[in-house]
């Protein structure tokens, strides 16, 4: 079955980095696009970036654009979301989506950024 396990969250202090990772497995994952979306407490879930299968073109969400890079390595079945220049915001979770004639979510990985 299809299975999207995210890793890499935890606590960075403001201006820092981390890299999430999403490995998945149980479908071709080079014939799909993969994106990351974001849920903060009490707020909708929304897209931070987008990588298109085949092309590896890539988008972004406008609050992330220079500080964010989504990339991906079909031999690993993993998508990647470098994130630099961490800001304070409400403990968003980081979510992996695959987009199909079914969706799947992975389960999440916290990101706080805190002094």
């Known amino acids: 079955q299809v299975q999207l396990v995210e890793s890499g969250g935890g606590l960075v202090q403001p201006g820092g980095s981390l890299r999430l990772s999403c490995e998945a497995s149980g479908f071709h994952f080079s014939a799909y696009t993969m994106s990351w979306y974001r849920q903060a407490p009490g707020k909708e879930r929304e897209l931070v970036a987008r990588i298109l299968n085949v092309s590896g073109s890539k988008q972004y969400a406008d609050f992330v654009k220079g500080r964010f890079t989504i990339s991906r390595d079909d031999a690993k079945n993993t998508v990647y979301l470098q994130m630099n220049n961490l800001q304070p915001e409400a403990t968003p979770i980081y979510y992996c989506?695959?987009?199909?004639?079914?969706?799947?979510w992975g389960q999440g990985t916290q990101v706080t950024v805190s002094s």
């Open positions: 989506f695959r987009p199909g004639r079914r969706n799947f």
